[in-house]
């Protein structure tokens, strides 16, 4: 395939692509001039772009330009529904590998999906296909010379009788992480992280941070609903927050990199664009 259509291949398929930028530098281009960097998010529902008809439902790659400084941009490609095979299958990782450059940065979170081992066209087997598959992003973005980072998948809201938090995903964050320890990637472990928070919040302090809505509440939702795996804005904005001082604390970003860790940031700073 020739490099224009190639282009335009990856074109449509970022359609959906939220691309948020404040300038910023990086090493790099003719002469070493200073350009900026991207994080480009692969991943679920949990990340993606929502639109109006979605609202007030809240991907975290929404909220993470909040926290990150000048010379940072995203480019959310993470997609509702898609796990570590179908976004590869789609031709969405091709897409987006066709907008790294040197330098930039690629997060990489899968599991909620995988787990569908009932659907051929999502499901995959923790230490195997989950790992073969997580292989294809780490590979791609090191032949781009790009970081690519691991990113278990964020805790659901489910709490047992005794009120603590508990664990949703099974075995794909203990694949991810010793895939991350083997191949040597940087690992943000938001599963265990996103769980503590959980915990601290307690059954009634979660609720607010995600998708759960009184009917009436929202004219995309008359009848009201109850979801604890996606999240309002406050939620996506406290999960963009924790990835950010994970990338910190690994080392992915440094400090000067980061703003607002420790800020409030208010809700009404998310907006939901026309699909």
């Known amino acids: ?35 900026s960097r991207t994080l480009h998010i692969a ?56 907008g790294v450059r040197p330098g930039d940065i690629v997060l990489i979170q899968f599991g909620h999906n995988d787990e569908k081992t009932e659907d051929p066209a999502r499901g995959t087997d923790p230490y195997t296909t989950y790992q073969e598959y997580l292989r294809q992003y780490v590979k791609g973005a090191r032949a781009r010379r790009a970081e690519p980072v691991l990113v278990t998948p964020v805790e659901r809201r489910r709490f047992a009788a005794d009120q603590t938090a508990s664990p949703t995903h099974g075995e794909y964050p203990a694949a991810m992480r010793a895939l991350a320890s083997e191949d040597r990637v940087a690992l943000l472990d938001m599963q265990a992280i996103s769980l503590a928070r959980w915990q601290e919040l307690g059954p009634d302090g979660t609720e607010a941070y995600f998708n759960w809505l009184e009917p009436g509440e929202s004219p995309n939702y008359p009848d009201g609903r109850q979801d604890n795996t996606h999240f309002r804005p406050a939620g996506a904005i406290e999960v963009a927050r924790m990835t950010a001082r994970a990338l910190r604390e690994k080392r992915v970003l440094a400090p000067r990199d980061l703003r607002r860790l420790d800020s409030e940031v208010p809700a009404e700073w998310i907006t939901w664009p026309q699909a």
């Open 1 to 35: 395939m020739s490099l224009t259509r190639r282009r335009t291949a990856a074109a449509l398929l970022a359609l959906p692509l939220a691309l948020s930028a404040t300038p910023a530098l990086a090493h790099g281009g003719s002469g070493g001039r200073p350009r």
């Open 43 to 98: 991943g679920d529902s949990t990340a993606a772009q929502k639109y109006a008809d979605a609202a007030p439902e809240t991907g975290w790659g929404m909220a993470l330009p909040f926290f990150l400084g000048h010379g940072l941009a995203v480019a959310n490609h993470a997609m509702n529904g898609r796990s570590s095979k179908s976004f590869i299958d789609e031709g969405r990782l091709t897409a987006l590998l066709d």
